[in-house]
Antibody, heavy 116, light 107 residues
Framework: QVQLVESGGGVVQPGRSLRLSCASS????????MHWVRQAPGKGLEWLSLISYDSSNIQYADSVRGRFTISRDNYKNILYLEMNSLTAEDTAIYFC?????????WGQGTLVTVSS | DIQMTQSPSFLSASVGDRVTITCRASQGFGNKLAWYQQRPGKVPRLLIY???TLHSGVPSRFSGSGSGTDFTLTISSLQPEDVATYYC?????????FGQGTKVEFK
């Protein structure tokens, strides 16, 4: 069926890196822009990044620009988020979302906990 | 960057009540305004896009309106399954900023 499934979350020490993946199925992944959104525990939604269908347009929120890198593999139908220099403030559930626009399909999220 | 401010942050209502949530932008950006519902422990769900277009499968008791800097989500008759947090989002250009959320609970 049409779905997005995130993976790669876990517990990581401050200053370390982590790569999240978002596997798509049931739709033509290469036709859609994609986004990453996060939600800190008990907090609201925070938009992080978008990548166009062909990777020609990439945008970031100020809070992650220079530390996070979004990318995609249209052959494998996977979206990625490379996260570097992680801090406790990056602890959150990370969602990938399809760009209809706006975000009409969301994954279930993957939890990233930054802690020593 | 444009900031999105929702009001109220929390509201308590009864079944059948008409509920209105407001989203105010720090400057105008057109009509690329969306509303999402996030039930407790669940994934966000798109309700409305382009200010007033109902997403597929969303009950007709939900409606959206607005222009300029002020936008509104209305639930015409609150139902038990509507207990959730609601978020507005601008999606004209990056950053696709969300409002801080409005939590809707029953009295």
């Amino acid at each position: 069926q049409v779905q997005l499934v995130e993976s790669g979350g876990g517990v990581v020490q401050p200053g370390r890196s982590l790569r999240l993946s978002c596997a798509s199925s049931g739709f033509t992944f290469r036709a859609y822009a994609m986004h990453w959104v996060r939600q800190a525990p008990g907090k609201g939604l925070e938009w992080l990044s978008l990548i166009s269908y062909d990777s020609s347009n990439i945008q970031y929120a100020d809070s992650v620009r220079g530390r996070f890198t979004i990318s995609r593999d249209n052959y494998k139908n996977i979206l990625y988020l490379e996260m570097n220099s992680l801090t406790a403030e990056d602890t959150a559930i990370y969602f990938c979302a399809r760009d209809k626009p706006p975000n009409d399909l969301w994954g279930q999220g993957t939890l990233v906990t930054v802690s020593s | 960057d444009i900031q999105m401010t929702q009001s109220p942050s929390f509201l308590s209502a009864s079944v059948g009540d008409r509920v209105t949530i407001t989203c105010r932008a720090s400057q105008g950006f057109g009509n690329k305004l969306a509303w999402y519902q996030q039930r407790p422990g669940k994934v966000p769900r798109l309700l409305i896009y382009t200010t007033s277009t109902l997403h597929s499968g969303v009950p007709s008791r939900f409606s959206g309106s607005g222009s300029g800097t002020d936008f509104t989500l209305t639930i015409s008759s609150l139902q038990p399954e509507d207990v959730a947090t609601y978020y507005c989002q601008k999606y004209d250009i990056a950053p696709w900023t969300f409002g801080q959320g409005t939590k809707v609970e029953f009295k």
